[in-house]
């Protein structure tokens, strides 16, 4: 599975972004998927997690009510819509997909990654 992750960019506090994450490879709408972030000189963390069909989501507590992870296999895309966006939200976001198939994302094993696509929030 390959994974292209896309969207990120300069914003002000309070404002949105939608980033989107293109997988490619034989079943990667099978997969569960999530997005984990890295801020300068910290550790990478989960954000937001979904499972392979949509129907079991995760998030951070830092995030819950502001982020939403959704997806559209049709498209093998999964996107993370962020709204009021703080400057602490500032890092590198990468996408991520499970390296078997079928899991719901919360008990996933992350084993492909994409490059990652920097979000830096303005106060």
């Known amino acids: 599975v390959q994974l292209q992750a896309s969207g990120g960019g300069l914003v002000q506090a309070g404002g949105s972004l939608r980033l989107s994450c293109a997988a490619s490879g034989r079943t990667a709408s099978s997969k569960a998927m999530g997005w984990f972030r890295q801020a300068p000189g910290k550790e990478r963390w989960v954000v937001a997690t979904?499972?392979?069909?949509?129907?079991?989501?995760y998030y951070a507590d830092s995030v819950k009510g502001r982020f939403t992870i959704s997806r559209d296999n049709a498209k093998n895309t999964v996107y993370l819509q962020m709204n009021s966006l703080k400057p602490e939200d500032t890092a590198v976001y990468y996408c991520a997909a499970d390296r078997w198939d079928g899991g719901d994302g919360r008990t996933s094993d992350f084993g492909f990654w994409g490059q990652g696509t920097l979000v830096t929030v303005s106060s």
């Open positions: 979904i499972g392979w069909d949509g129907d079991t989501t």
